[in-house]
C-alpha cells in the first residue's frame, strides 16, 4: 500500500519537542510535510490564512500540544470544532499529560485521538513511527485543498 503524503500541522510550543517529533517523521521516510506553530494563537491564524500564512495549505492533519502559552490545546480544539471549515481537519493530542480528565476533554470535544509524549528519544520515535503509519498509510482522512 503506498503511503500518500499527509500535510501535518504541528502546535508545539517545546523547541526540542517540535525538533524531535519532526526528526522521527523524517526518520521514517513519509512523505509528510510537517509545518510548526509555536502556540494555539499562532494555530488559528495558520488555519484560517491569516497573516503571514496566507498562501498555506490547508492541513490533513493537525498535532496538538495542551500546554501552551496564550491560547492552550483545548482552546484550539474547541475553536476548531466550532469552524465549519475546520471542523473536518482530524485533530490529534500530543502532550506530555495522561492525565484521564485531560483524555476524556479531549475527546468530549471533538479529538480524533489522543497521544501522550513517552520520555526519551527511542520512545518518542517510536510513537510518532506508529503515528506517521497509522494516519498515511492506514487512516482515511479528508482531503485537502
Known sequence: MDAKPLEILLVEDNEDDAVL???GFHS???MNVVQVVRDGIE???YLKKRPPYENVAKP???LL????PRMNGF???QAMKADTELKPIPVVMLTTSSREEDVVKAFSDGAASYISKPAGLGALNDVVAQFGLY???TSKT???E
Do not use: F, H, K, S
Request: glycine share 4%; no cysteine.
Open 21 to 23: 517529533i519532526q526528526e
Open 75 to 77: 482552546e484550539v480544539l
Open 28 to 30: 521514517i521516510r513519509l
Open 60 to 62: 490533513g492533519i493537525v
Open 142 to 144: 479528508p482531503r485537502t
Open 65 to 68: 500540544d495542551i500546554n501552551m
Open 135 to 137: 494516519w498515511t498509510i
Open 43 to 45: 494555530a488559528m491564524d
